[in-house]
Antibody, heavy 118, light 109 residues
Framework: EVQLLESGGGLVQPGGSLRLSCAASGFTFNGFAMSWVRQAPGKGLEWVSVIYSGGSSTYYTDSVKGRFTISRDNSKNTLYLQMNSLRVEDTAVYYC???????????WGQGTLVTVSS | QTVVTQEPSLTVSPGGTVTLTCASSTGAVTSGYYPNWFQQKPGQAPRSLIYSTSNKQSWTPARFSGSLLGDKAALTLSGVQPEDEAEYYCLLYYGGARVFGGGTKLTVL
């Protein structure tokens, strides 16, 4: 059974940093690209970033470029999102999402809430 | 700034058929955009329904189908059930980046 368990969310002040983790199990982690998707309170889904299986290729939505860094540790079956220079508008539930190869999504975690507020 | 557009809301009667669409500001949506469709109910994580335009996940009910309709991607629900009331999102692939549509709130009434 595929499981994705996010952690690391919490309350942080504007300008602060936070690192999210996603522990994966039930599949061959190093064979699949992984994404982060977020959802602000009462709003729609927003794709944030993707990292391909080897970790060498990454992409970001424009609003987080230069501030967020996606990474993975295939030896630990864990996906990360380092978030720096956080803004109030980064407040959201952050979901870890598995792809079926590179492009198509299949499994979602339950999400972790990040609140950026003073 | 690429924008993906969905109908904000639709209403359908139980047992009826409804089609949700997904348009791209860059032009016609083709299979090369790998349209994905997701369902989200209040308080829950999204759930994948359709990938690569028309392929169903193993858990996707048969009444859901995906296609290309004109210059858009489409999700059709045939024989709608009350439990299909939810928010539906499409996702398009832009050669690296991905963009979600704004979502369609489907009401079953």
């Amino acid at each position: 059974e595929v499981q994705l368990l996010e952690s690391g969310g919490g309350l942080v002040q504007p300008g602060g940093s936070l690192r999210l983790s996603c522990a994966a199990s039930g599949f061959t982690f190093n064979g699949f690209a992984m994404s982060w998707v977020r959802q602000a309170p009462g709003k729609g889904l927003e794709w944030v970033s993707v990292i391909y299986s080897g970790g060498s290729s990454t992409y970001y939505t424009d609003s987080v470029k230069g501030r967020f860094t996606i990474s993975r540790d295939n030896s630990k079956n864990t996906l990360y999102l380092q978030m720096n220079s956080l803004r109030v508008e980064d407040t959201a539930v952050y979901y870890c999402v598995k792809t079926m190869g590179v492009i198509d999504f299949d499994y979602w975690g339950q999400g972790t809430l990040v609140t950026v507020s003073s | 700034q690429t924008v993906v557009t969905q109908e904000p809301s639709l209403t359908v009667s139980p047992g009826g058929t409804v089609t949700l669409t997904c348009a791209s500001s860059t032009g016609a949506v083709t299979s090369g955009y790998y349209p994905n469709w997701f369902q989200q109910k209040p308080g829950q994580a999204p759930r994948s329904l359709i990938y690569s335009t028309s392929n169903k996940q193993s858990w996707t009910p048969a009444r859901f189908s995906g296609s290309l309709l004109g210059d858009k991607a489409a999700l059709t629900l045939s024989g709608v059930q009350p439990e299909d009331e939810a928010e539906y999102y499409c996702l398009l692939y832009y050669g690296g980046a991905r963009v979600f549509g704004g979502g369609t709130k489907l009401t079953v009434l």
